[in-house]
């Protein structure tokens, strides 16, 4: 009697556990190969700097988990099992040189009031957004928790129509390809409400004049508004702590330290995959690899059709990010007071500033005024520092994952390992600018280059947090390829999951959960 597993899942990021978790619980034998030496991928926690303060190493918002079809089917048994969300009814907000804020919380009239305080016109195209968004969520999120499958496309479509009508349907369409850039200055006319906005788009390798981003600036905006922000209590990685007690409650396993060199097939079929130190371990049912489309062809040394290995080889990785860790004797002294109740203060002062960082970036320069992150994550969760103290997570957006040069003129490195130091530095200078004697409370530091990012997890490449560019020609029904949006792939019994895979990045667990569903049948 074969002790092979059902499943064999290569990678330990959070859609890997989402996955198993899933499968294990309609009666699958699962098992879960990582190359790290503990699971997590981006979303894991620890003491980067000092012992007492706990930093997220990348992803730090769980709203997407916390929101996710994923959670609202299993929550109540991840709960049991130590998961804890810490929730703020303030999830960001921007500062500006000329000393001016907005902050999105989910207090609507307060809300508004901020915005007002820019433009009466915009105040009341806020008040429009907000009140239709209810309605226009429901549509949105369905296509994004959609299979990229005729049939769901073709049901979603229907249901579309009938609501909305043609015309309706035809203006979802439109914004859908919109540009960030286009679709703020055809709402607002505040310089400042469309930068605090437009940030967001950042996040998702949408720069301003990118068509089909304007979809991001707006989610992040209404739904802030109207749920908040979730964070992890004691950081992000409750939610894969817990992921992994669910699964190994099911009859799962996960090993760790245990990188994957192949996935076997025979006749077409994958039938397991051979481990570093020489073991082969053969898959019932799926062998499911949570990997870079580049990864995904060297490890079966091809799949045998010329279109998809064509589309797995062009994959196109959106720029790398810098994170800086930092542990703080105290937190920024923002010259607004209210900024100290917020998870995330950007700084990203104009779409033009954010357009030209971008292009920046893609031409493999170092930018000469980065888009910084400012998490403030003790703010919401105090637990993650010693009494009194803090963190502050830093995410300096863009970074090129290669180096050929500084757009300043001033770093001289073209390695990362020498032009980490001065590039932080380059944060740091910008976020005293804005808040000043924040560098006198900082008691230790760590900086986590594109480059290391990737060496800690490959699907990371270049310091691409989204493993790949959302741009409209990789995303929807070609994410990652056209005809293979669901995870299949041309050999039978092989799955593709993780961010690579529609609906992308973040950290709602979309790709494995959609995949998990789809092989059980539930």
């Given at each position: 009697?074969?002790?092979d597993?059902?499943?064999?899942?290569?990678?330990?990021?959070?859609?890997?556990?989402?996955?198993?978790c899933?499968?294990?619980?309609?009666?699958?034998?699962?098992?879960?190969?990582e190359?790290?030496?503990?699971?997590?991928?981006?979303?894991?926690?620890?003491?980067?700097?000092?012992?007492?303060?706990?930093?997220?190493?990348?992803?730090m918002?769980?709203?997407?988990?916390?929101?996710?079809?994923?959670?609202?089917?299993?929550?109540?048994?991840?709960?049991?099992?130590?998961?804890?969300?810490?929730?703020?009814?303030?999830?960001?907000?921007?500062?500006?040189?000329?000393?001016?804020?907005?902050?999105?919380?989910?207090?609507?009239?307060?809300?508004?009031?901020?915005?007002?305080?820019?433009?009466?016109?915009?105040?009341?195209a806020?008040?429009?957004?907000t009140?239709?968004?209810?309605?226009?969520?429901?549509?949105?999120?369905?296509?994004?928790g959609?299979p990229?499958?005729?049939r769901?496309?073709?049901?979603?479509g229907?249901?579309?129509?009938?609501?909305?009508?043609?015309?309706?349907?035809?203006?979802?369409?439109?914004f859908?390809?919109?540009?960030?850039?286009?679709?703020?200055?055809?709402?607002?006319?505040?310089?400042h409400?469309?930068?605090?906005?437009?940030?967001?788009?950042?996040?998702?390798?949408?720069a301003?004049?990118?068509?089909?981003?304007?979809?991001?600036?707006?989610?992040?905006?209404?739904?802030?508004?109207?749920?908040?922000?979730?964070?992890?209590?004691?950081?992000?990685?409750?939610a894969?702590?817990?992921?992994?007690?669910?699964?190994?409650?099911?009859?799962?396993?996960?090993?760790?330290?245990?990188?994957v060199?192949?996935?076997?097939?025979?006749?077409?079929?994958?039938t397991g995959?051979?481990?570093?130190?020489?073991?082969?371990?053969?898959?019932?049912?799926?062998?499911?690899?949570?990997?870079?489309p580049a990864?995904?062809?060297?490890?079966?040394?091809?799949?045998?059709?010329?279109?998809h290995?064509?589309?797995?080889?062009?994959?196109?990785?959106?720029?790398?990010?810098?994170?800086?860790?930092?542990?703080m004797?105290?937190?920024?002294?923002?010259?607004?007071?209210?900024?100290?109740?917020?998870?995330?203060?950007?700084?990203?002062?104009?779409?033009?500033?954010?357009?030209?960082?971008?292009?920046?970036?893609?031409?493999?320069?170092?930018?000469?005024?980065?888009?910084?992150?400012?998490?403030?994550?003790?703010?919401?969760?105090?637990?993650?520092?010693?009494?009194?103290?803090?963190?502050?997570?830093?995410?300096?957006?863009?970074?090129?994952?290669?180096?050929k040069?500084d757009?300043?003129?001033?770093?001289?490195a073209?390695?990362?390992?020498?032009?980490?130091?001065?590039?932080?530095?380059?944060?740091?200078?910008?976020?005293e600018?804005?808040?000043?004697?924040?560098?006198?409370?900082?008691?230790?530091?760590?900086?986590?280059?594109?480059?290391?990012?990737?060496?800690?997890?490959?699907?990371?490449?270049?310091?691409?947090?989204?493993?790949?560019?959302?741009?409209?020609?990789?995303?929807?029904?070609?994410?990652?390829?056209?005809?293979y949006?669901?995870?299949?792939?041309?050999?039978?019994?092989?799955?593709?999951?993780?961010a690579?895979?529609?609906?992308?990045?973040?950290?709602?667990?979309?790709?494995?959960?959609?995949?998990?569903?789809?092989?059980?049948?539930?």
């Amino acid at each position: 009697m074969t002790t092979d597993p059902d499943a064999i899942i290569i990678g330990a990021g959070h859609n890997s556990l989402a996955c198993a978790c899933h499968l294990a619980s309609h009666g699958w034998k699962v098992a879960v190969y990582e190359q790290a030496p503990e699971p997590g991928g981006a979303v894991k926690t620890g003491a980067y700097t000092l012992p007492g303060f706990r930093h997220d190493w990348a992803a730090m918002n769980l709203s997407l988990f916390a929101g996710s079809a994923f959670h609202t089917q299993h929550g109540k048994e991840l709960a049991g099992h130590g998961l804890a969300f810490a929730p703020t009814g303030n999830p960001f907000a921007s500062v500006f040189p000329d000393g001016r804020w907005l902050g999105i919380s989910n207090d609507v009239a307060l809300t508004t009031e901020r915005v007002r305080a820019f433009s009466q016109a915009d105040a009341k195209a806020w008040t429009k957004l907000t009140t239709d968004f209810p309605s226009e969520a429901e549509t949105i999120f369905g296509l994004l928790g959609s299979p990229m499958n005729r049939r769901a496309l073709s049901s979603l479509g229907w249901k579309t129509w009938r609501k909305k009508g043609g015309g309706g349907t035809l203006d979802l369409a439109r914004f859908l390809m919109m540009s960030p850039r286009a679709w703020l200055d055809q709402t607002f006319e505040s310089d400042h409400v469309k930068a605090t906005l437009a940030a967001w788009g950042m996040h998702l390798d949408f720069a301003p004049d990118i068509a089909g981003g304007a979809l991001f600036p707006y989610l992040e905006a209404m739904a802030g508004q109207a749920f908040g922000m979730v964070l992890g209590q004691g950081g992000a990685d409750t939610a894969i702590n817990a992921m992994v007690k669910m699964l190994e409650a099911h009859g799962g396993s996960i090993e760790c330290g245990t990188p994957v060199t192949g996935i076997e097939q025979a006749g077409g079929r994958a039938t397991g995959i051979t481990l570093a130190d020489g073991r082969f371990v053969g898959a019932q049912k799926a062998v499911i690899a949570n990997v870079t489309p580049a990864a995904l062809l060297k490890l079966t040394g091809g799949t045998g059709d010329a279109r998809h290995e064509a589309a797995m080889q062009g994959f196109q990785h959106a720029p790398g990010t810098m994170m800086i860790h930092l542990a703080m004797e105290a937190l920024p002294d923002w010259k607004a007071p209210e900024l100290k109740q917020f998870a995330y203060v950007h700084i990203a002062p104009s779409m033009d500033q954010m357009a030209r960082t971008y292009a920046q970036a893609k031409a493999g320069l170092l930018p000469d005024e980065p888009m910084i992150v400012c998490g403030q994550p003790t703010v919401v969760d105090p637990s993650r520092a010693p009494d009194g103290k803090h963190v502050l997570w830093l995410q300096v957006r863009m970074a090129p994952g290669t180096i050929k040069g500084d757009a300043a003129g001033k770093i001289k490195a073209k390695s990362w390992t020498n032009a980490a130091t001065p590039f932080a530095d380059r944060a740091l200078d910008i976020l005293e600018r804005y808040v000043p004697g924040t560098r006198k409370k900082i008691l230790g530091q760590h900086i986590v280059t594109p480059p290391m990012l990737e060496t800690d997890n490959p699907n990371l490449v270049g310091g691409d947090q989204v493993c790949g560019s959302h741009h409209l020609h990789q995303h929807f029904m070609n994410r990652p390829a056209r005809g293979y949006a669901d995870g299949t792939t041309p050999i039978r019994n092989l799955y593709h999951t993780g961010a690579a895979v529609w609906p992308g990045g973040g950290t709602g667990a979309g790709p494995g959960t959609l995949l998990a569903k789809k092989l059980a049948g539930k």
